[in-house]
């Protein structure tokens, strides 16, 4: 009964290095989201996937890079991060019963 | 975007007190939803209203919807300790199940 778990939960990066976010989820929902949260702005949307091979562009996308590699699994890439990418990052996950979602507990990235 | 936008900012009551927080939001919706988020942690689903309904209720909260006026709000009755978080509206976007956000009502009750 994990629901959605992302890792790592705490990553500090140099300005140009690449690292990856994972996302998993163990609910068999189809689609799946990636937002960040900064003090004062709230969520926005990052990326996000409609179903299982299939990706799309949210509000913020540039600088970022993401892949549905299955059902369960859809993570968030950054090529070379920069200060300004400091940020709370979550995944969720849709339950279309309900049109509620599931998210993840976060991953706090600092970029130096 | 972000569509919602939660007034106040910032509400501080005490226990035993009623907390309302209110949502307004710009364009036409399906559905809209209230989430809580705990001090680092991920935001919580608490309830969702459908735009043909008017009010709903689920223990301790409750939720009115106005599509005339494009608006929420969320009333949680008889505040304990444990509120005390982040709560968020939220509005159905335009593809992709997508949820806009706002940017949030930090409640704090103080015993």
């Known amino acids: 009964n994990a629901g959605v778990t992302q890792t790592p939960k705490f990553q500090v990066l140099k300005t140009g290095q690449s690292m990856t976010l994972q996302c998993a989820q163990d609910m068999n929902h189809n689609s799946m989201y990636w937002y960040r949260q900064d003090p004062g702005m709230g969520l926005r949307l990052i990326y996000y996937?409609?179903?299982?091979?299939?990706?799309d562009k949210g509000e913020v996308p540039n600088g970022y890079n993401v892949s549905r590699l299955n059902k369960r699994e859809f993570s968030l890439r950054l090529e070379s991060a920069a200060p300004s990418q400091t940020s709370v990052y979550f995944c969720a996950t849709l339950d279309r019963r309900f049109y509620g979602y599931t998210f993840g507990s976060g991953t706090r990235l600092t970029v130096v | 975007s972000q569509q919602g936008e939660e007034d106040p900012q910032a509400l501080s009551i005490q226990e035993g007190e009623n907390a309302t927080m209110n949502c307004s939001y710009k364009t036409s919706i399906n559905n809209l939803q209230w989430y809580r988020q705990n001090s680092g942690r991920g935001l919580v689903h608490l309830i969702l209203?459908?735009?043909?309904?008017r009010e709903k209720h689920s223990g301790r909260l409750r939720v009115t919807l106005d599509t005339s006026k494009k608006s929420s709000s969320l009333l949680i009755t008889a505040s304990r300790a444990a509120d005390t978080a982040s709560y968020f509206c939220?509005?159905?976007?335009?593809?992709?199940?997508?949820?806009?956000f706002g940017k949030g009502t930090s409640l704090l009750v103080t015993p």
């Open positions: 996937s409609a179903s299982e091979g299939t990706t």
């Open positions: 939220a509005t159905d976007g335009d593809s992709g199940y997508a949820l806009n």
């Open positions: 209203i459908r735009s043909n309904e």
